[in-house]
């Protein structure tokens, strides 16, 4: 009796839900919308302030070397160290200074008195630019790597899918660290005062290969057994045209979502390096530096300093991911349709 | 059989690949045996100083003999001493490497059966509420990395609440099973978070899929309950992508690991690799990456075996192909 009864059970909603399925679709559609244009409204809001970071009307992010307002604690560098923001009424700050605010910014103030808001989006120019660059030769190589071998199959495709097995089967974080580690080392890079930005980079390139090889190769074969591809070869075209003006094509909107999947991943990614303090140096703020240096003064209560940063971090790798999500479905029903 | 054997000897080749890599590689990159002169001789040797060293590392020799001896240290575990604090290398892995291995068997567990319930029961219930929420959240959960999740958990259960200690101190289980796993329950909660927001939707469509089937509709039909239907007729079925995304998430667990680690000052392989790598000890950060990297591969392994269990095709059509 009882199997009976789920069995009722479960097919009588069934026609209210037809009755105001169409009021639901379009109501879940506009939601998605919604958050799209959010998505896309808060990273325009990241890019333009990581633009203009320098010029943003708060209290300095960072000092300048032999810059005397910092030094001289005039803008209360020291004063006006770990304030809560403005809004966190129920915050105090651990220890308050005569004459000093008791709240600060919109997200607070570090150890040092900096604005938190205005080094995050420092910190956001820092993250965008290093994923942004690492994403896009990434992308390049990926690409290249991958239609080749999806195209020509054979001793190609094994020897490139053997190398990317073997870049695979190191943990990526590991093989970050391992990269930047060398690179940075003063003895092999000779100048010991400035780290540069290329091994950060090149580590994120190295990992971000392998799974975008993967991943163009499955689309080119795809693509390579379809009926214009050949029709293009019985007329006599060459590889390199049947790849670039054929196949690469068709097969760019697939790479657009793929960008985006690896830009958030690799902004993580980043993050993590420069949360082991592994990416730029220490006074340029990125957000995974940012979020180290406040697990300290987290313990005291202090936690404006380390969420506040991960609070744009999360929103930004967010909306990174909504956005990639929303191309992947659109190209996919297209895909589906053609 | 010959799908083992296959396996196999792809596991070999990629180990002697990366032990290789590991072991020498550094030592080809440009400057690279100064920088491990360096390391041991301390600044500022005499070039016969240097070359002392060179002999005594084994570095004039051709790479075969170096990789070959290498080989022979880390199988027998004369993995020598740290440069600075000489202490053995092999001595300080064996104490690091259960603090992780607990972390990652825990945060997998966690996030496995955190994922396995709710992703059934939001296809099952496909649309609901539940299955909004539960989709929703496991969508934002995806853009928290570990160093966002963390000083949250720590802020909600150690600095507000003090219900657990901060930092947490590794207990073994067999001394004191509540003070470990009191150490362990934010740190592996770190870990699943992310873990599970993929495993969830991964299982979800899988599931969706197999609920279309039509022998599900047949085992309806006979009248099999929705608690058998779902765990013991669809489950099985729709286990492959999951499979393969927790073996593929071990790589990123272990990035995991080394940054939980850090944040809550555990001292496991992760931070042991950070910690030689900022005191400059290659040789203690390459036995550690060697490590974690073989635990990988030979996960990797067995999860390709599990394949074969999970759906008897694979044995087929992978044994051909």
């Known amino acids: 009796m009882t199997d009976i009864d789920v069995v009722t059970d479960e097919h009588a909603p069934e026609v209210p839900v037809l009755a105001d399925a169409p009021v639901k679709k379009v109501k879940v559609k506009r939601r998605g919308r919604i958050t799209k244009w959010l998505a896309i409204g808060w990273l325009a809001f990241i890019t333009i302030s990581a633009i203009g970071a320098n010029s943003l009307p708060y209290i300095p992010h960072s000092c300048e070397p032999g810059d005397s307002m910092c030094s001289t604690a005039v803008k209360g560098s020291l004063l006006l160290g770990q304030l809560p923001p403005k809004w966190a009424f129920f915050s105090e700050a651990p220890k308050p200074v005569n004459g000093a605010p008791e709240r600060m910014g919109l997200m607070g103030t570090d150890k040092n008195g900096f604005d938190i808001f205005s080094r995050s989006m420092l910190g956001a120019r820092n993250s965008l630019i290093i994923a942004g660059l690492a994403i896009t030769f990434g992308l390049a190589i990926g690409t290249f790597l991958g239609m080749i071998a999806g195209y020509f199959r054979g001793k190609v495709d094994t020897v490139i899918e053997n190398i990317s097995n073997v870049m695979l089967a190191f943990p990526a974080l590991l093989l970050a660290i391992f990269l930047v580690t060398f690179f940075n080392d003063p003895n092999t890079t000779g100048a010991a005062n400035s780290r540069p930005l290329w091994p950060i980079i090149l580590a994120l390139v190295v990992l971000s290969i392998p799974p975008l090889t993967r991943l163009v190769r499955a689309n080119t074969i795809a693509y390579a057994q379809r009926d214009f591809v050949v029709a293009a070869r019985s007329l006599g075209a060459k590889g390199s045209r049947i790849l670039f003006r054929e196949i690469l094509p068709n097969i760019v909107p697939t790479l657009l979502s793929f960008a985006l999947t690896g830009l958030a991943i690799l902004i993580v990614a980043e993050g993590g390096l420069a949360f082991l303090g592994l990416s730029v140096e220490a006074p340029v703020p990125t957000w995974g530096a940012m979020i180290a240096a406040g697990s300290e003064p987290l313990r005291n209560g202090a936690w404006w300093i380390s969420l506040m940063p991960a609070f744009v971090m999360f929103l930004t790798v967010l909306s990174i991911n909504l956005l990639g999500d929303v191309l992947a479905q659109r190209f996919n029903s297209r895909e589906a349709i053609g | ?321």
């Open chain 2, 1 to 321: 059989m010959r799908y083992v054997l296959r396996k196999l000897a792809q596991t070999i080749f990629v180990v002697v690949v990366v032990t290789f890599l590991t072991s020498i590689a550094l030592r080809f990159l440009p400057g690279g045996t100064d920088v491990i002169v360096a390391l041991k001789t301390g600044p500022g040797a005499t070039p016969e100083q240097a070359q002392a060293v060179i002999k005594e590392l084994g570095l004039d020799k051709p790479w075969y003999t170096q990789y070959f001896s290498w080989m022979t240290d880390f199988v027998t575990g004369n993995w020598g001493n740290t440069f600075q604090t000489n202490q053995s290398i092999a001595t300080e892995v064996k104490r690091a490497l259960p603090v992780s291995l607990y972390l990652m068997i825990y945060g997998q567990f966690v996030a496995l059966s955190l994922a396995v319930p709710t992703a059934v029961w939001s296809a099952y219930k496909q649309n609901s509420r539940f299955d909004r929420a539960a989709s929703t959240s496991a969508f934002a959960m995806l853009s928290m990395p570990n160093f966002i999740v963390a000083p949250v958990l720590i802020l909600l259960f150690s600095v507000n609440t003090k219900f657990i200690p901060y930092p947490s101190i590794y207990t073994s289980i067999f001394d004191d099973p509540v003070a470990h796993f009191k150490a362990f329950v934010l740190p592996s909660l770190t870990i699943a978070i992310p873990l599970y927001a993929g495993y969830m939707r991964v299982l979800r469509a899988d599931v969706i899929g197999t609920l279309q089937n039509d022998f599900i509709t047949t085992a309806r039909a006979k009248g099999v309950g929705t608690g058998p239907l779902l765990f013991k007729h669809a489950l099985r079925p729709s286990l492959f992508s999951i499979v393969t995304s927790a073996a593929v998430n071990i790589g990123a667990l272990m990035g995991g690991v080394v940054i939980v680690e850090q944040f809550f000052l555990l001292n496991g392989m992760g931070r042991l690799t950070v910690e030689s790598i900022f005191r400059r000890e290659y040789p203690t950060v390459q036995y550690a990456v060697v490590i974690l990297a073989l635990i990988y591969i030979f996960a990797n392994f067995f999860v390709d075996l599990a394949y074969a269990w999970i759906d008897p095709r694979v044995r087929a059509a992978r044994a051909l192909g």
